[in-house]
C-alpha cells in the first residue's frame, strides 16, 4: 500500500522528518502484535517514548480531551503530574484492563532488573471500539501480545490495518494506524513533531481530502456511516523544550487536523490527544529541576506543525489500510481501492 503523498497529495507545507513519522522524533519507537482471523481483526500498538527507563527519568507530558466519549486509562495522573512514566499502548476498548496489567508487568520488570523500587506506576492506555470487525466480547489481546509488540518496536513501523487498527473504521472506510511528522526552526534551533493516529471516527459524507469533498464522491460505493463516532486517539509526540502547559496548548491544535479532514468530533467519538517531549525529562528521586520553556509566541510554528501532523497521519491511516471482512462477514473498503487508485 502506498501513503498518501504517493499519489500526489500533499497535507500542508511545512517539512517532514525522514520517515515522516512519530519516530522522527529522536528516541520513538513504535511496535505492533496483529490478530488477524475470521472473528478477530484486532491488536496492540505500543508506543515506546525514550530508550532508557521512562519511570526513572519520566517525560514532561499533557493530555488534552476534545470529546470524552472513551475509556483511556492513565490521563487523570498526567493531568495532574505532567509527566510520562510508561510506555503508551493504543488497543480495542475492551481490552484496556489486560493491555493495563501487561504494561504494569513490563514496567515492575524493567526496575526490578535496574534495581529499582517500584510500589505505583502510572500505565496509559488509550482505546478505539473495532466491534463491526471484531468479535470484541473474546478479548484476545492479552500480557503475550503486549510484550510482544513493545519488543518488536521500531522506527520504521507499519501504517494501516495493523496492530490497534487493524480492526478500526474511519469515515466508514477501513481505518488504522497511520502517522507523520514536521520538521522546523524556532530561533536558531531544530526541531521535530510526529503524531501518531488510531482512526475509529467519521461519517462518509464529511471526509474532505485537501480541501475535496471525496466523501460525497463516494458515497454510492458503500453503505455510509450515518454518524460520526467511534472515536480517535492521537498520540504526539516532540523535542521541543515545552513545559506540560504549553504541551497542552500544542495538542489543542491537533483537533484542527482532524476538522481538516471533515470530522465535527461529534457525540459518540472520543477524540483524546496524548503528547510528550523528550526534553525536560524529569529525574526520579531530585527534588530541584530546571527546565527550559520557548517563549509562548513561538509556539505558532508548532501549532502548526501539529495540525499539518494529524491531518496527514489520518490520511495515511486510510491509504494505507487495506479492504477487511470481519466478524459476521462485515467488510469495510480502503479508500485506496475506493477512490485514490483511481487518480
Not at 280 to 309: Q, V
Not at 311 to 318: C, G, I, P, Q, R
Request: hydrophobic content about 35%.
Amino acid at each position: 500500500m502506498k501513503r498518501i503523498r504517493d499519489y500526489g497529495i500533499i497535507p500542508g507545507k511545512m517539512k517532514t522528518g525522514p520517515l515522516n513519522k512519530i519516530s522522527d522524533v529522536k528516541g520513538v519507537t513504535v511496535g505492533h502484535v496483529t490478530v488477524d482471523t475470521d472473528e478477530h481483526k484486532t491488536g496492540v500498538t505500543v508506543i515506546l517514548p525514550c530508550e532508557d527507563n521512562p519511570f526513572t527519568n519520566k517525560l514532561t507530558a499533557a493530555v488534552y480531551v476534545h470529546n470524552g466519549f472513551g475509556k483511556s486509562q492513565g490521563l487523570i495522573q498526567i493531568e495532574e503530574l505532567g509527566t510520562l512514566e510508561t510506555p503508551i499502548a493504543l488497543t480495542n476498548t475492551l481490552n484496556i484492563g489486560a493491555v493495563h496489567d501487561a504494561l504494569t508487568g513490563i514496567m515492575i520488570k524493567r526496575c526490578e532488573e535496574e534495581g529499582v523500587e517500584l510500589t505505583s506506576v502510572n500505565p496509559v492506555i488509550g482505546e478505539c471500539n473495532d466491534s463491526e470487525l471484531n468479535y470484541i466480547r473474546e478479548r484476545v489481546i492479552g500480557v503475550k501480545e503486549v510484550v510482544e509488540a513493545a519488543a518488536s518496536a521500531t522506527a520504521d513501523f507499519q501504517e494501516g490495518a495493523v496492530g490497534a487498527g487493524k480492526g478500526t473504521v474511519c469515515f466508514g472506510l477501513k481505518g488504522g494506524i497511520g502517522s507523520s511528522s514536521r520538521t522546523f526552526t524556532i530561533g536558531d534551533n531544530s526541531y521535530t513533531m510526529g503524531v501518531l493516529v488510531q482512526s475509529n471516527f467519521g461519517s462518509t459524507e464529511n471526509l474532505v481530502i485537501n480541501g475535496r469533498t471525496v466523501g460525497q464522491e463516494i458515497m454510492d460505493q458503500i453503505d455510509p456511516a450515518i454518524l460520526d463516532r467511534g472515536s480517535i486517539m492521537i498520540i504526539l509526540a516532540t523535542d521541543l523544550p515545552v513545559s506540560d502547559r504549553q504541551l497542552k496548548r500544542i495538542l489543542k491544535r491537533a483537533g484542527v487536523g482532524l476538522g481538516r479532514t471533515g470530522s465535527y468530533m461529534g457525540h459518540g467519538s472520543g477524540d483524546i490527544m496524548i503528547g510528550f517531549t523528550t526534553a525536560n525529562r524529569i529525574l526520579e528521586g531530585k527534588e530541584l529541576h530546571s527546565i527550559c520553556m520557548l517563549k509562548e509566541s513561538t509556539l505558532e510554528t508548532a501549532f502548526r506543525a501539529a495540525a499539518e501532523a494529524t491531518e496527514e497521519a489520518v490520511l495515511n491511516s486510510l491509504a494505507m489500510a487495506e479492504t477487511t471482512t470481519g466478524y459476521q462477514g462485515n467488510t469495510r473498503y480502503s479508500l485506496t481501492e475506493l477512490w485514490l487508485s483511481k487518480l
